[in-house]
């Protein structure tokens, strides 16, 4: 199976100014296949990410690109920053690019004709649960790509984040189930209770869900990725051997 370590790992080094380019060989070294660098933590977007792509094609490392940003605006329009982002995608030379779905509910425009702007044969697009009402469920996630899949787009994907259903109260057993023929991407975090505080585990072990029994439900031949903070390489490979040895 192919492993990414996402960047919000490494969120205190990033905050004390280490570049996500600078953790390229970082994530090579601690055995990874890839790393899904995330928008947000650009600084100098000239710079940074023909750097990022430069030092993964010298580690032979697989580049993902997570873009907090929508698919659909509030008014349902096509988000007009999306070939924007693809294209900051090929000069990074990724292999999946992540967006959350925003206001598909109220476009009513042409599928197909609306997304054939974008090097969807180049870059696999994929849409994930995120943490609020109108991206974050189900029904939202399902009912977008079904439409895509009927309008023959069906190289776009899912990206299934299991510690992002505790926030929407949406069940995780269930989006294993309904969304597994559209997953592509499959994000672990477990997410701890503390009283209804809710709160990122830093172990895939310690949390609200039985990770391992959630992930037979889905694609076993898809990528991977380990997207929580840790404080130190030496966990973070113990959190890579708990997640191989499942």
Do not use: C
Not at 87 to 99: D, P, R, T
Not at 202 to 222: A, E, V
């Amino acid at each position: 199976m192919t492993l990414i370590l996402n960047t919000w790992i490494f969120e205190a080094d990033v905050k004390a100014g280490v570049s996500q380019a600078d953790l390229v060989e970082r994530v090579a070294k601690l055995g990874a296949d890839g790393i899904e660098v995330r928008r947000e933590y650009f600084t100098d977007l000239d710079q940074e990410p023909p750097e990022v792509a430069k030092r993964a094609q010298a580690t032979n490392m697989i580049v993902n690109l997570s873009v907090p940003d929508v698919v659909f605006t509030d008014d349902g329009q096509l988000n007009p920053k999306l070939a924007q982002y693809f294209a900051e995608g090929q000069q990074l030379g990724v292999k999946k690019i992540k967006f959350n779905t925003g206001h598909f509910d109220r476009f009513d425009g042409d599928l197909k004709q609306a997304f054939s702007q974008f090097p969807l044969a180049e870059i696999e697009m994929n849409v994930e649960n995120d943490q609020t009402a109108v991206s974050g469920t189900i029904d939202a996630i399902e009912n977008f790509l079904t439409a895509a899949h009927a309008a023959g787009l069906t190289s776009l994907g899912y990206v299934y984040d299991l510690g992002n259903w505790a926030f929407t109260h949406g069940d995780a057993e269930a989006a294993a189930t309904r969304l597994a023929p559209f997953t592509h991407y499959i994000h672990l975090k477990n997410t701890i209770d503390d009283h209804g505080t809710l709160v990122t585990s830093d172990d895939l072990d310690t949390g609200i869900y039985d990770w391992r029994s959630l992930i037979k439900q889905l694609p076993q031949d898809q990528y991977y990725a380990l997207e929580y903070p840790m404080a130190t390489d030496a966990q973070i490979a113990a959190q890579i051997k708990l997640f191989q040895d499942r």
